[in-house]
């Protein structure tokens, strides 16, 4: 296990190094001058010596080659540049965003345990049986529905009309539960599919034949036997998901104007604030990598027969 992680550790570190190129690269795509919009945002009708001067101070004009040099020794020493826009070191800008997308990353992954882990197993359970029907029927609507329209519909029902909770903001558990649901629905309707699927292939295997002919419980084998092993793949899709939303969940963050890292990157995007972007990139690679390697962890915790860095 040790060797493995060590392995895949090394592997991570080219990786990085070939993400860090693509984002540096893609950044000085985005059309648009940022020095420019800088200068616009301030409310000033900046010359073109202006614009130059202060493209000169933000080290625009050098070459790339220098312009990534100098980004890239910056980043091994922690630090990710500062911001145009706000001028905030880009560390401390995510920083101070990443408790709130924490928090609705947390209730979002809540959401969605609560509604597909027993919508699931009751649908694989009852195969072909009313409870099946409805749940994927739940299952198909729910992933037919965008997130910014459940999202709009939510705030309209339950803000607008009734006001029961906050339109927007953070503050209280009210706040957090419309941004929470709208953003575990659409992952509960996946996880369940998948739930059901990984149960009904578990359900039929010999082991569970012959746990049930030694007289076991079926909430017992159903439990210690099947779900365990049909969690494997659940796994590896939901380090993926875990990642994505950690990264920032843009579109639920703008709608319920959630002071989240996604609100802030939308922003930054607009203000061709490059070093935001590419610390963002960064940010997110770096998440999405390590919850790869995890995942591949956990599934000798989850099966002890699965064998990692060996081959079979």
């Known amino acids: 296990m040790i060797d493995y992680i060590l392995k895949r550790s090394l592997h991570l570190i080219f990786v990085m190094i070939g993400v860090s190129i693509l984002t540096f690269g893609l950044s000085q795509l985005i059309p ?34 220098v312009q990534y ?14 911001s145009f826009r706000t001028g905030g070191k880009v560390a401390q800008e995510i920083a101070t965003r990443l408790t709130a997308t924490i928090e609705l990353t947390i209730g979002g992954l809540l ?18 049986t009313w409870v099946d029907h409805i749940s994927r ?13 459940l999202g709009l519909m939510l705030i309209y029902f339950f803000s607008v009309k009734h006001s029961i909770f906050p339109v927007m903001g953070r503050g209280s558990l009210r706040h957090l539960f419309l941004p929470s649901f ?32 030694r ?4 909430n017992i084998v159903i439990i210690n036997n099947a779900l365990r092993n049909a969690l494997i793949p659940v796994v590896t899709a939901f380090g993926m998901s875990f990642g994505h939303l950690l990264g920032g969940t843009v579109i639920v963050e703008n709608i319920f104007a959630w002071p989240g890292v996604g609100k802030f990157l939308v922003e930054c ?32 915790l989850l099966d002890p027969r699965i064998s990692v860095g060996r081959k079979m």
């Not at 029927?137 to 329209?149: E, N, R, T, V």
């Open 215 to 218: 007289g076991l419980k079926e």
């Open 69 to 82: 040099g100098r980004w890239i020794k910056n980043v091994l020493r922690g630090d990710l540049g500062r």
């Open 182 to 213: 709208t953003l575990g629905i659409g992952m509960a309707t996946t996880y369940a599919r998948l739930i059901r699927a990984s149960m009904l292939e578990v359900l039929g295997q010999d082991f569970i034949l012959a746990a049930r002919s």
């Open 269 to 300: 995007i607009f203000n061709r604030d490059y070093p935001v972007i590419q610390g963002y990139v960064l940010w997110m690679a770096t998440i999405f990598v390590f919850a790869n390697l995890i995942v591949d962890i956990s599934y000798r």
């Open 137 to 149: 029927l739940f299952a198909f609507f729910g992933a037919s529905i965008p997130s910014f329209w």
């Open 32 to 65: 648009g001058d940022p020095a420019e919009l800088l200068l616009r945002e301030m409310g000033m009708e900046a010359t073109r010596e202006e614009v130059e001067i202060l493209r000169e101070q933000l080290g625009l004009n050098d070459p790339f080659m």
């Open 111 to 128: 959401v969605m345990i609560v509604l597909a882990l027993p919508i699931g197993i009751l649908s694989a359970i009852f195969k072909n």
